[in-house]
């Protein structure tokens, strides 16, 4: 099993920018296909991004197409996602996850498609 760790989480202004980090141990995260998720208060978890075992090809939520980017690191075991132009609708609580499964794009969004998750970091945009 491999263990998470997200960092980076914090309080932004409209407009701003933050990097999210997960750092990974136990098991490399060459062969896994990693994403995030996050919670929203009071909404269920919804799909962030997501970065492909295989070929690291990455899949969006529609709406942060553009302005968020999702890359993995796998000398370091360690996922990243910038997440620029961030508005008040980016507060909630960011999740890195992990599939030991080389999941189809149309799976990747899917919650319950990782076996493996962080505990979260608390991400609020607010003036």
């Known amino acids: 099993q491999v263990q998470l760790s997200e960092s980076g989480g914090g309080l932004v202004q409209p407009g701003g920018s933050l990097r999210l980090s997960c750092a990974a141990s136990g098991r490399t995260l060459y062969g896994y296909t990693m994403a995030w998720f996050r919670q929203p208060p009071g909404k269920d978890r919804e799909f962030v991004a997501a970065?492909?075992?295989?070929?690291?090809?990455?899949s969006y939520r529609n709406s942060l197409k553009g302005r968020f980017t999702i890359v993995r690191d796998n000398a370091k075991n360690m996922l990243y996602l910038q997440m620029n132009n961030l508005n008040p609708d980016g507060t909630a609580v960011y999740y890195c996850?992990?599939?030991?499964?080389?999941?189809?794009?149309?799976?990747?969004?899917?919650?319950?498609?990782?076996?493996?998750w962080g505990q979260g970091t608390q991400v609020t945009v607010s003036s």
């Open positions: 996850a992990a599939s030991p499964r080389g999941l189809i794009t149309s799976s990747l969004a899917g919650v319950h498609e990782y076996e493996n």
């Open positions: 970065v492909k075992r295989s070929t690291s090809s990455t």
